[in-house]
């Protein structure tokens, strides 16, 4: 296997505040890896730099050897919300096609290969629609197949699942590692979701609270045919999901973390009445 993505050393700051804190990993090609971490601590900020879309403070990011310094050609993104990132008023083909337009590619070929994406994710016969047409779900399909139609050597994925209901996303998660498979594509997806790491990753790369920095990077040890019912049963998803939830917060669920933020929450405020009191 080669490596497909190095980042070394790698700090962003927005002005005084530090977000993200001497990242190094790499992932290697045809791998799926994901990075999961609370909500703020600063995955987007670290996708935008691998991206090329934001030039980090320090360090530096690799895609096949060479030095990212502005958006890679062959690099996809597919960010979380899709009804911003698809154009209304072109056909569902032509968004896939959109990207290639500035390839050497005749309008044929650039036709068929859109074709073949849209028939990756299951969208064959949905090509003359316009986006507002379809269903969140199938939106967010055309993204995919949009940033699969220009064969990334590299698919950067931003919490892609996070606006669609739980069903359609069980539904995409399974596409999109049928898909990658399929294909053999290298792909790294940012969530905050401890299950949807573990589900889909081939690898697990945990982040701390902000600043941003790698508290673990775990092998998901899982069969790569996964299936939503027995493998989520499985002892060793359940041991890794309990792993990654430990090293994120201590154990707790996302209700539990909610129920102590705002009892916290209620405890400073009671603690502020007296003062505020007194001073009336
Ligand atoms: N352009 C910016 N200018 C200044 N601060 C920013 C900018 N973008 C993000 N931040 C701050 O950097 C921190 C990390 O933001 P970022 O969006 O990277 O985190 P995240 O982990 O992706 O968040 P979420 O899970 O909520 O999507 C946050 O405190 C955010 O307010």
């Given at each position: 296997?080669?490596?497909?993505?190095?980042?070394?050393?790698?700090?962003?700051?927005?002005?005084e505040?530090?977000?993200?804190k001497?990242?190094?990993?790499?992932?290697?090609s045809?791998?799926?890896?994901?990075?999961?971490g609370p909500?703020?601590?600063?995955?987007?900020?670290?996708?935008?730099?691998i991206a090329?879309?934001?030039?980090?403070?320090?360090?530096?990011?690799?895609l096949h050897g060479?030095?990212?310094t502005?958006?890679?050609?062959?690099l996809?993104?597919v960010?979380?919300?899709?009804s911003?990132?698809?154009?209304?008023w072109?056909?569902?083909?032509?968004?896939?096609?959109?990207?290639?337009r500035?390839?050497?590619?005749?309008?044929?070929?650039r036709?068929?290969?859109?074709?073949?994406?849209?028939?990756a994710?299951?969208l064959?016969?949905?090509?003359?629609?316009?986006?507002w047409?379809?269903?969140?779900g199938?939106?967010q399909?055309?993204?995919?197949?949009?940033?699969?139609?220009s064969r990334?050597?590299?698919?950067?994925m931003?919490?892609?699942?996070?606006?669609?209901?739980?069903?359609?996303?069980?539904?995409?998660?399974?596409?999109?590692?049928?898909v990658q498979?399929?294909?053999?594509?290298?792909?790294?997806?940012?969530t905050?979701?401890?299950?949807?790491?573990?589900y889909?990753?081939?690898?697990v790369l945990?982040l701390?609270?902000?600043?941003?920095?790698?508290?673990?990077?775990l092998?998901?040890d899982?069969?790569?045919?996964?299936?939503?019912?027995t493998?989520?049963?499985?002892?060793?998803?359940?041991k890794?999901r309990?792993?990654?939830?430990?090293?994120?917060?201590?154990?707790?669920?996302?209700?539990?973390?909610?129920?102590?933020?705002?009892?916290?929450?209620?405890?400073?405020?009671?603690?502020?009445?007296p003062r505020?009191?007194e001073?009336?």
């Amino acid at each position: 296997m080669s490596t497909m993505l190095e980042v070394n050393g790698l700090n962003h700051s927005y002005g005084e505040h530090v977000v993200a804190k001497d990242l190094n990993f790499t992932v290697e090609s045809g791998q799926l890896a994901c990075i999961v971490g609370p909500s703020g601590c600063g995955k987007s900020t670290l996708l935008r730099c691998i991206a090329g879309l934001l030039k980090p403070t320090g360090g530096q990011v690799s895609l096949h050897g060479d030095r990212v310094t502005g958006v890679p050609e062959d690099l996809a993104v597919v960010f979380q919300d899709y009804s911003r990132s698809l154009f209304p008023w072109l056909s569902v083909r032509s968004n896939v096609e959109f990207p290639l337009r500035w390839r050497d590619m005749s309008k044929a070929d650039r036709r068929e290969r859109a074709a073949e994406a849209l028939a990756a994710v299951g969208l064959d016969g949905v090509g003359s629609k316009f986006p507002w047409q379809l269903s969140g779900g199938m939106q967010q399909r055309v993204s995919i197949a949009r940033a699969l139609a220009s064969r990334p050597a590299l698919l950067l994925m931003d919490e892609p699942f996070a606006s669609v209901d739980a069903q359609t996303r069980f539904e995409l998660e399974d596409l999109l590692r049928r898909v990658q498979r399929e294909q053999g594509s290298t792909v790294l997806l940012v969530t905050h979701d401890i299950d949807e790491s573990v589900y889909l990753g081939d690898r697990v790369l945990v982040l701390s609270k902000s600043p941003a920095s790698i508290v673990a990077d775990l092998a998901v040890d899982l069969p790569a045919d996964r299936d939503q019912i027995t493998t989520r049963e499985s002892a060793e998803f359940v041991k890794l999901r309990g792993e990654v939830a430990r090293l994120l917060h201590g154990g707790l669920s996302d209700e539990e973390l909610a129920a102590r933020d705002l009892a916290e929450a209620e405890a400073a405020e009671r603690l502020a009445e007296p003062r505020s009191k007194e001073k009336l």
